[in-house]
């Protein structure tokens, strides 16, 4: 089965400091992993993914298959950064699971001025 | 750029009553979900659709739900006796094969 968790529902920094926001998967296969971002109660916007290993908005993400972490990180934070964030497994396995997202519980940001 | 449409934005049903979600999703896409974030939670996976059929249902999709492709454009999500524990945000997605997703903007359905 596959698993995402995010320890920490709540993070709060200061603008301009640096942010981590931790998430670990559990996947018997070869995962994709994914970051989204919803802010306000809008839409769920696609931040990053792995595969892709590009920065958006200041954020990377690298996945360590070791520790089976994929971890979203940003030198330093900016008050419009605050929002929940949410990592995401998708299943690439094929079969009927093809595509499913499977996600953390999140974790809302506060990025204070 | 393409976006996925979902109406209404709210829905307001009486408890027991039928509602019928829809989405609008990309064109060119093959794959379709629906997902639910019941307020202060997690989004779940409910159901994924491919091909006009059902690929993959949580165990949060049982009988009272159900999807339709019923045009070729739009993808509904039927849920046909509404429960208190129904009420949640449910956000419709699309993808092309091995691409990411794009969601839709949610529909906040209340029963009351």
């Known amino acids: 089965a596959q698993r995402v968790t995010q320890p920490e529902k709540l993070l709060s920094v200061f603008k301009g400091a640096p942010v981590e926001l931790k998430c670990n998967y559990s996947?018997?296969?070869?995962?994709?992993l994914f970051w989204y971002v919803q802010y306000s109660r809008q839409r769920l916007q696609l931040l990053l993914r792995h595969i892709s290993r590009e920065s958006i908005k200041g954020f990377t993400a690298d996945l360590n298959k070791g520790e089976t972490s994929f971890h979203l990180k940003k030198p330093f934070a900016q008050e419009e950064d605050s929002a929940m964030y949410y990592c995401?497994?998708?299943?690439?396995?094929?079969?009927?699971?093809?595509?499913?997202?499977?996600f953390g519980q999140g974790t809302i940001l506060t990025v204070h001025p | 750029e393409p976006e996925v449409t979902q109406t209404p934005s709210h829905q307001v049903t009486q408890m027991g009553q039928e509602v019928i979600l829809r989405c609008v999703p990309i064109?060119?896409?093959?794959?379709f979900y629906w997902y639910r974030q019941i307020l202060g939670q997690k989004v779940e996976f409910l159901v994924s659709?491919?091909?006009?059929?059902?690929?993959?249902k949580s165990e949060i999709f049982d009988d009272q739900f159900s999807v339709e492709r019923p045009d070729g454009s739009n993808f509904t999500l039927k849920i046909r006796s509404t429960k208190l524990e129904d009420s949640a945000m449910y956000f419709c997605a699309s993808s092309e094969y091995s691409a990411g997703y794009t969601f839709g903007s949610g529909t906040r359905l209340t029963v009351v």
């Open positions: 064109s060119n896409h093959l794959y």
């Open positions: 659709f491919y091909n006009n059929e059902i690929s993959e």
């Open positions: 995401a497994l998708r299943n690439n396995a094929g079969g009927t699971s093809y595509g499913k997202l499977t």
């Open positions: 996947y018997s296969g070869s995962p994709e």
